[in-house]
Structures are given as structure tokens and as C-alpha cells.
């Protein structure tokens, strides 16, 4: 269950043919993941939190989970890896949705431009949502996006 806020953005995303997006794990290869959110995020997202990246608890990384269909959604996790050394608390990541969804280094709103970017343009994304931290171990949490889209007109 999302329960974190609702944003609209203006994108458009291409389902090749839009059978059922088969292929959309190949669109989000590993490659095409790091190039829509940068390992370097971590550290700019720390250096300007903290004015120093090296005081960040995590790394954070875009992952692709799923197309569900009978809602038309993308799923995403922004996954928090707990870097060597440090300590990746639940109090510590429990406010970040919140935080992701407004701060300019993150720029969730441009994220999800450049996945539509990524796609093509025969569907188009009506709006984004970022659900509550679940904490999948001590050393990795995961924050869901999640992205609705309908076939453009």
C-alpha cells in the first residue's frame, strides 16, 4: 500500500506494441538504470545534506521491480545500501519518501521524465507516488515509486 503523496508529472512513456510490456525489463537494463540514476546521487545527495558525501549512511540506486497491468503501473525502489562502516537505522529512513520527493538532488519529478524519456512516447505517466520505507534487512531498505501511465490518445 502507498501511502505517501501523489505528484503529477508531464511525461510520456512508449510500450512497444503494449503487449503487456514484456520486454519492459530489457528497457530497464541494469546499464539504462545507473544512466536514470547515477551512483554519484549518493554523494552529491550527502554533500549537500552533510557537506561531506563521506558522512552518508547509504548508497542510494534505482531498481526496476515490475509492470502491473491491471492498474497500469511502473514499480521502482530506490534502494538504500548501507555503506561499509556505517549504520543503516530504521529512524534514519523512515522520513526520507517525504524528503526524496522534494529534494533537487534526488528530483524524483525529473526521474520520472527521464524514464518516460527512456520509453518513447505512446503512453504517457499521469502521476507518481513514493510509498512508505520497508525494510527488506539491516543493510538495505527500499522506498517504492510508483508510476501510473495510460495509453496516450
Known sequence: MITSQQHTADCEIFIPGNAVMSNVAEI?????????????????????L??????????????????????????????????????????????????FSRHPIINVAGLVKDISATMGDTMTCEEWKLGSTKQVSNRLHKIPLVISVRQKE
Not at 530497464?28 to 549537500?48: G, I, Q, V, W
Not at 521491480?65 to 537505522?89: K, Q
Open 50 to 99: 552533510f557537506g561531506d558525501a563521506e558522512e552518508g549512511a547509504f548508497d542510494i540506486a534505482l531498481a526496476f521491480d515490475r509492470f502491473d497491468e491491471a492498474d497500469s503501473t511502473l514499480h521502482f525502489f530506490l534502494e538504500l545500501h548501507e555503506r561499509p562502516g556505517r549504520c543503516l537505522a530504521c529512524n534514519l529512513t523512515y522520513g526520507l519518501p517525504e524528503v
Open 28 to 48: 530497464f537494463s541494469e546499464d539504462a538504470l545507473l544512466k536514470l540514476f547515477p551512483a554519484t546521487k549518493s554523494d552529491d545527495f550527502f554533500d549537500a
